[in-house]
Nanobody
Framework: QVQLVESGGGLVQAGGSLRLSCAAS????????MGWYRQAPGKQRELVAQ???????NYADSVKGRFTISRDNAKNIVYLQMNSLKPEDTAVYYC????????????????WGQGTQVTVSS
């Protein structure tokens, strides 16, 4: 199994920055896409940003130009640099991976982290 551990959340004032990290560990054969989702109270979970193993990225329109996703393939870590934060960015942020494991490299699986709270005050 693959475990994801997020860190870097917290409380910040509007206009500030935070950097989230997510480390994947376990019987990983290959990690394809890594990404960040978020869920605000009373709202559905939504994609924030995603990055493939080759470095292609995809962002939600609401964060384009403010957030940057990156990854360290050697360490199986994905980062989310969040700048110019707004109160509407307040949510629990979840890390996710699409990956294969040594026990069956043909089967693509997904894992989720436990989430990290980001709170932006106005």
């Amino acid at each position: 199994q693959v475990q994801l551990v997020e860190s870097g959340g917290g409380l910040v004032q509007a206009g500030g920055s935070l950097r989230l990290s997510c480390a994947a560990s376990g019987s990983i054969f290959r990690i394809n896409a890594m990404g960040w989702y978020r869920q605000a109270p009373g709202k559905q979970r939504e994609l924030v940003a995603q990055i493939t193993s080759s470095g292609s990225t995809n962002y939600a329109d609401s964060v384009k130009g403010r957030f940057t996703i990156s990854r360290d393939n050697a360490k199986n870590i994905v980062y989310l640099q969040m700048n110019s934060l707004k109160p509407e960015d307040t949510a629990v942020y979840y890390c996710t991976t699409d990956h294969t494991e040594f026990r069956d490299i043909r089967r693509v699986l997904s894992s989720w982290g436990q989430g990290t709270q980001v709170t932006v005050s106005s």
